[in-house]
């Protein structure tokens, strides 16, 4: 499974970005997938998640209100949009995914297929 995170950038305190992550060699359909972030100095966390079928989804608290995550199976693609983006929100963005029946993992440890991580920055 073969995964690439796209749409990272500079933008600046309340403004809007999306970004993307395809698969390419398999259908995405079958995976549940999570968006991950990791700021300098810290760990990676998960910030958003969905189930295979999109049924399912979780944002982090610090999140719930301004990211959105949705997932077009027949695009194979998985897009976190978001919105009143704040300096904190400065990282890293990674997608993952896993094969799973049900729901998603929450730990970076649960998922064995990564893209390569995007940058957004957030400036104040």
């Known amino acids: 499974v073969q995964l690439q995170a796209s749409g990272g950038g500079l933008v600046q305190a309340g403004g809007s970005l999306s970004v993307s992550c395809t698969a390419s060699?398999?259908?995405?359909?079958?995976?549940?997938v999570g968006w991950f972030r990791q700021a300098p100095g810290e760990s990676r966390a998960l910030v958003a998640a969905t189930s295979w079928s999109g049924v399912s989804t979780w944002l982090a608290g610090s999140v719930k209100d301004r990211f959105t995550i949705d997932r077009d199976n027949a695009k194979n693609t998985v897009v976190l949009q978001m919105t009143n983006l704040k300096p904190e929100d400065t990282a890293v963005y990674y997608c993952?995914?896993?094969?799973?029946?049900?729901?998603?993992?929450?730990?970076?440890?649960?998922?064995?297929?990564w893209g390569q991580g995007t940058q957004v920055t957030v400036s104040s």
């Open positions: 993952a995914a896993h094969l799973r029946d049900h729901g998603f993992g929450h730990t970076s440890e649960e998922y064995p297929y």
């Open positions: 060699g398999v259908s995405l359909g079958n995976y549940a």
